[in-house]
């Protein structure tokens, strides 16, 4: 079975030279011409039956490895196949005296990749898939080893080929693609369209292509970095910032996870009353959080920009600039840091029942709390990412993810900016500090020493001499 | 620990995860480019059918470019080398505009070649490009590189415009024989470059306008002088370095406002047939003219 396609190429090949040669046989002396390019065409058939071995080498290969080809490596590590025998010339039909020689026709194969191997086929859907390929025709339009346009002849496009070359000595009307063989120009040749071979050349002999050359080889197929932005026919979808890859986004979730667990863990350690207010903020006032979350968002960069602004009017101030918009970058990260962490931390307490959390200290149930949040929101991740390679679900899971972390965040940061109002206003006196809705306020001012003072011992007259205790 | 020192730490620790936090992911693509598919290449051609100008744009992320001179019949040829993991090469020719574009997205030239990366970081993910242009037609060229390693032979060309941008590239501008015909306008934008032009008179532009950001740039002026050029100059924190032949005079207006300048051209040859004007600032870098011009004619 593997030698099939060996065999057809060969039996084609053997066609074309019987062609050849009947023509070269022709009494017909106004058939001049014609003779030439059948002597021509015999000459190519010949050359290309030499390289029908290298054709069943490849496919063979191809076989094995259909998405991603090495042409160069697939030469050196196929065997060499024993050649395929030769079918018997059939005996020429005499030609009638006086009938002018037929115009002269496409010398090679005309069948089409249903009578191939599946490995040819999957070969045209590999070059089919490679970013770098141009719009290939259907299958249907391919056809199986080499193909020689004759002088004279114009046939319309796309002439397309597999395991064998385009001789292009008349005209094709449209565009030519070879895969594993090469487009040959000659003097006289004319290509009105494009240009391709994958694993080939296209050498210009003499003839002229209209529109673009172009040939891939090396490693032809879809790209590593292509694999998702594909669409239905294997096309190249999308540009380079838009590829995807689901294992990229899986190792990204998961680096992403273990970054806030770090965070978190570090804020719970150096920052545990900041984090409780925001959190007890967020609790109190979820609402009021998500719309301070979004216009303190919106508000940052013309906020940001006007301080620039500002300072780059006075010398001082153009100096100091470049600092203050860096603090402002610092601050801004650690609000949205203390923000999603004090979310994530909520969401782990509604996570966790409230029994088991109770056997634990504070700071442990803190912690659990925290890490179950931090995981819950990885895990939504590590799921759009592991189902991210079917489009429509992928790209809605995705979606949904995005906009609930997005929802996250922004109320995480208005709860930062709601803590912070609420200890203004404490210290201004517009709330008391037994509000209910009030921070601890003392969790934000500098510690200071409220365990009191040593008191002072009380003078005692001295004892009389002699006396006893 | 203290309540402002706890959360500066906190802030401090948060930036420098976030900072090294891409620099984790773009390891992981480096070591996926490692076991990932073998060299890719990529030929694109087209003959030349007529004389028609060109408009040709390049941004090439990272690797190695070569822009040079393509042989008689064809109009550019383009050859690329990539890996599995980099961006495939955009080559795009609009025959109505007769522009050619090469490159990502968004160009505007008529040729336009885009590979760049998908990090943008450059060497992980880089190709190689050779480009050739046909030396028989006008080319408005505009050339941007991220990370790469350009040679640009622009000698024998026809070139009407360059514009040449660079980013942290190392790039060996040179015009061996001079242009064939007069350049209206040679902007050379370098970022944080190595750049060195060489036989700029032969690239016959009556105005070249060089802004060096925080790179070095050596301009000499070596090649067959047709006719007067003025020089602008702008020296962010880079230095520029300007070669004069030792018959041309040189007629220099810079100013150095935080940086340096000097000059070692006080005396013109008496009969000097050409004159090189040098305009410009040395913001904070520095600015210095000599005459030791190494491939002058």
Not at chain 1, 161 to 177: F, K, P, Q, S
Not at chain 1, 258 to 264: E, H, N, S, T, V
Not at chain 1, 439 to 459: E, H, K, L, M, N
């Amino acid at each position: 079975m593997r030698l099939a396609p060996g065999i057809v190429s060969a039996f084609f090949l053997c066609s074309a030279s019987y062609t050849g040669a009947a023509h070269a046989q022709s009494p017909d002396s106004s058939a001049a011409a014609s003779l030439a390019q059948a002597r021509s065409a015999l000459k190519i058939a010949k050359q290309r039956l030499a390289a029908s071995s290298a054709s069943v080498r490849k496919a063979r290969a191809l076989e094995r490895k259909p998405d991603s080809l090495d042409f160069d490596s697939l030469h050196m590590r196929a065997a060499v196949p024993a050649m395929p025998t030769m079918p018997p010339m059939p005996p020429m039909p005499p030609m009638p005296p006086g009938v002018p020689a037929p115009p002269a026709m496409p010398a090679g194969p005309q069948t089409h990749p249903q009578a191939g191997t599946s490995a040819q086929r999957d070969v045209i859907e590999t070059v089919r898939k490679d970013p770098a390929a141009p719009q290939l025709p259907s299958d249907d339009s391919f056809g199986i080893g080499s193909r020689t346009i004759a002088a004279g002849a114009t046939v319309r496009g796309p002439v397309a080929v597999v395991d064998g070359t385009i001789d292009v000595l008349g005209t094709i009307d449209g565009n030519a693609a070879a895969i594993n063989g090469d487009i040959v120009v000659h003097q006289g040749g004319h290509v009105r369209g494009d240009a391709f071979t994958a694993h080939g050349k296209v050498r210009l002999e003499g003839g002229t292509v209209d529109g673009e050359i172009r040939s891939l080889s090396g490693t032809v197929g879809v790209t590593a970095g292509h694999v998702a932005s594909h669409g239905p026919h294997g096309r190249y979808a999308t540009g380079g910032a838009g590829r995807y890859s689901a294992w990229r986004a899986f190792k990204l979730a998961i680096a992403w996870t273990a970054l806030c667990l770090i965070i978190g863990i570090g804020v719970l350690t150096f920052a545990e009353d900041p984090l409780g207010n925001v959190t007890q903020a967020l609790a109190d006032h979820f609402g009021r959080s998500l719309w301070y979350g979004l216009l303190g968002q919106l508000a940052f960069g013309p906020a940001l920009l006007a301080v620039v602004v500002a300072l780059a009017i006075t010398v001082i101030g153009i100096v100091v600039a470049p600092f203050a918009a860096l603090g402002a970058v610092v601050l801004a990260i650690g609000v949205i840091a203390l923000g999603f962490i004090a979310v994530a931390e909520t969401t782990g307490r509604a996570l966790v029942r409230s029994r088991t959390q109770a056997m634990l200290t504070p700071r442990g149930a803190q912690l659990r709390a925290l890490v179950t949040g931090v995981s819950a929101f990885g895990l939504m991740w590590v799921v759009a990412a592991c189902v991210s390679e079917n489009s429509g679900a992928g790209l809605a899971i995705r979606g949904i993810v995005a906009i609930i972390t997005i929802v996250a965040v922004t109320a995480g940061v208005g709860a930062v900016i709601v803590w912070r109002l609420e200890v203004r206003r404490i210290a201004r006196g517009l709330l008391p500090a037994s509000s209910p809705h009030s921070i601890d306020d003392t969790s934000w001012q500098t510690p200071t020493p409220v365990s009191g003072v040593a008191a002072a011992r009380r003078p005692t007259p001295p004892r009389p001499p002699g006396s006893v205790t | 620990m203290t309540r402002p020192l706890a959360i500066t730490a906190w802030m401090c620790a948060t930036l420098i995860a976030l900072i090294s936090h891409p620099a984790l992911a773009q390891n992981e693509g480096a070591d996926s480019s490692k076991d990932g598919g073998g060299e890719r290449v990529l030929d694109v051609m087209r003959q030349q059918h007529d004389s028609v100008p060109l408009n040709v744009h390049v941004g090439y992320g990272g690797g190695e470019l070569m822009v040079r001179p393509a042989p008689v019949g064809v109009l550019f040829a383009a050859h690329c080398v990539y890996g599995d993991e980099s961006d495939v090469p955009k080559i795009s020719f609009d025959p109505g505009a007769h522009r050619l574009n090469i490159g990502g997205e968004g160009g505007n030239g008529n040729v336009s070649i885009h590979m760049r990366t998908a990090s943008f970081s450059g060497s992980a993910n880089s190709g190689d490009m050779r480009l050739e242009l046909s030396p028989y037609v006008p080319l408005d060229l505009k050339l941007e590189f991220g990370a790469a390693e350009a040679t640009l032979q622009l000698g024998g060309l026809a070139i009407r415009q360059l514009e040449v941008a660079t980013g942290a590239s190392s790039t060996m501008l040179r015009f061996d024989s001079p242009n064939e015909m007069a350049m209206q306008n040679l902007s050379l934008h370098l970022g944080a470059a190595s750049f060195r032009a060489t036989g700029l008179a032969n690239a016959r532009a009556r105005e070249i306008e060089v802004n060096a950001g925080a790179g070095s740039a050596d301009l000499d002026f070596g090649g067959r002088w047709t006719d007067d050029i003025r020089l602008d100059l702008s020296a962010a924190v880079g230095a520029i370095h300007v070669h004069v032949p030792a018959d041309v005079a040189v007629i220099s207006d810079v100013k150095a406002v935080l940086g340096d300048v000097d000059s070692d051209v006080a005396h013109n040859p008496a009969n000097a047939a050409h004159h090189l004007a040098i305009y410009g600032k040395a913001t904070m870098g520095s600015i210095e003219v000599d005459r030791s011009v190494g491939g002058s004619d």
